[in-house]
């Protein structure tokens, strides 16, 4: 099941669960990727970059992506792969190739300045893993200073047609979406997916602008795919008043630093997850902010019922 241009949907980026002491809990990845299940994602993303991958070995990083592939069959699993060199990044797709993942995704490193140095650096990325591997194209400025511009991506897509997907990150991004949009209806532009991520910060009105879905980790998922059918459906204000409901809270969580631990302690409430464990280093929520949380989401209980933990 590789990774197409068509994909569409929500892709949730996976959490990577770990015990107190820093293990891996294999029991919660189970409970993860089965909530994925049921919710209604249409395929799943492990090892981004709040999957904590830089943490992990590289066997455990194998074993992760091989036990999420083999427990949802049915979905595509895109696994990312973005490494400070070539080499440990053909090894580990080719492992998770080999063990079924639909594709894998890859970031830039934070050393490209120019668009030369981007397309170059892309090219070299497709010589290292294979022109067969599907490969989703990472574009989030905000964390890894790089800056793609639409013409820049254009130039990847039509030069690399392994090139299938685009996970857009970037902020304020709506404006990158409609020219790449444009260019596809003008026939200047192969046709790709479009999935957003940034905890889908702007997902109601990237989509409008003609996103396909999202490709992020917000701790509430399912809201994320309620908000992809809506839109799709063209339940316009339907989608923004459950999406505005939940903004409080995803804006939150969002914060540079803490939004990981927020994420995992609210997947942790949600029953996902044994433990809200960060592997070191790590930042810990204090009391304060997880009684903010809480309080987001008692307040967010009064539009959405799945909000309703009960006591933290």
């Known amino acids: 099941m590789l990774l197409t241009a068509d994909a569409r949907g929500v892709y949730p980026i996976a959490p ?138 254009r130039r990847i897509v039509d030069e690399l047609p392994s090139c299938v997907m685009l996970k857009h990150e970037d902020w304020p991004g709506l404006e990158k979406i409609s020219a790449l949009r444009q260019w596809e209806r003008e026939g200047s532009m192969r046709h790709i997916a479009i999935l957003c991520g940034n905890n889908g910060l702007f997902l109601d009105y990237e989509m409008e602008r003609g996103a396909d879905g999202a490709n992020t980790g917000y701790a509430f998922p399912d809201m994320l795919c309620d908000v992809v059918r809506l839109s799709a459906t063209g339940e316009r204000e339907a989608a923004h008043d459950l999406f ?13 630093g803490v939004g990981l631990a927020v994420r995992k302690y609210l997947l942790m409430r949600r029953g996902l997850m044994t433990s809200a464990a960060m592997r070191k280093p790590a930042a810990a929520l204090t009391a304060t902010a997880r009684a903010e949380v809480e309080h987001l989401l008692g307040r967010l209980a009064r539009h959405d019922p799945r909000a309703r933990l009960g006591a933290g």
């Open 244 to 256: 505005d409901a939940h903004l409080p809270l995803l804006r939150y969580e969002q914060q540079p």
């Open 16 to 153: 990577t669960p770990f015990f107190d002491d820093g293990r891996v809990d294999t029991a919660s990845i189970d409970r993860l990727v089965d909530f994925y299940l049921q919710i209604g994602a249409t395929g799943i993303t492990v090892l981004g970059q709040l999957g904590e991958a830089p943490k992990l070995a590289h066997a455990e990083s194998v074993d992760i992506a091989r036990r999420m592939i083999r427990r949802a069959p049915q979905l595509p699993v895109i696994v990312g792969v973005s490494a400070p060199g070539f080499a440990p990044m053909r090894e580990l797709t080719q492992e998770v190739m080999a063990a079924g993942a639909a594709g894998v995704m890859i970031a830039p490193p934070n050393t490209l300045r120019t668009d030369e140095q981007i397309v170059g650096y892309y090219r070299q990325a497709v010589d290292a893993i294979g022109a067969d591997v599907p490969f989703v194209l990472q574009d989030y400025p905000l964390t890894f200073s790089v800056q793609m511009t639409p013409a820049v991506i």
